[in-house]
């Protein structure tokens, strides 16, 4: 089981070569969950899942976060869990992620934020430019 202590003193794997490489400690408790150590030692919980039905569904990663603040280990099992219910309800929360990406990167503001509240404004405000006054 992936504990405080286990998180703090994880390391990046050393290679044969003698090289960094990246290491994940999975969780007994939680499957799919664990924390994975970059070769720079940063540290941050993962989950894997299967998106769909069947063994031949897509296998899908997502980061919960950074280890530390605002992540515990049981603040991101707890998330895991939560992630995990999405999965079984159907829902694909990697793919949802990378969706809102797509349209970050393409200009389209994600329903209910302020950038698509901004956009929306702008749209019904931008009248065409009138003549100016006369002197």
């Known amino acids: 089981m992936l504990t405080k202590r286990l998180a703090d003193t994880a ?3 050393l290679g044969e070569d003698g090289r960094s490489r990246e290491t994940v400690l999975w969780d007994a408790s939680v499957a799919g969950f664990g924390l994975r ?15 769909g039905r069947g ?9 919960i976060g950074r280890y530390g603040s605002p992540h515990t280990v ?6 895991a869990r939560r992630l995990l219910g999405i999965v079984a309800a159907g829902g694909d929360p990697a793919g949802d992620k990378a969706e809102k990406r797509r349209d970050q990167r393409s200009g389209k503001a ?3 934020s302020v950038a698509r509240a901004c956009q929306e404004w ?6 065409p430019a009138t003549a ?3 002197r």
Not at 41 to 51: D, P, V
Not at 74 to 79: F, K, L, Q
Not at 122 to 127: M, V
Request: glycine residues 4%.
């Open 11 to 13: 390391e990046p794997f």
């Open 37 to 51: 150590v970059s070769p720079v030692g940063a540290k941050a919980f993962i989950l894997k899942y299967r998106a």
């Open 55 to 63: 063994r031949d569904a897509t296998l899908r990663k997502v980061t």
């Open 74 to 79: 049981e603040t991101a099992r707890r998330e």
């Open 110 to 112: 994600t329903r209910g």
């Open 122 to 127: 702008l749209r019904r405000a931008t009248r």
């Open 132 to 134: 100016p006054p006369q």
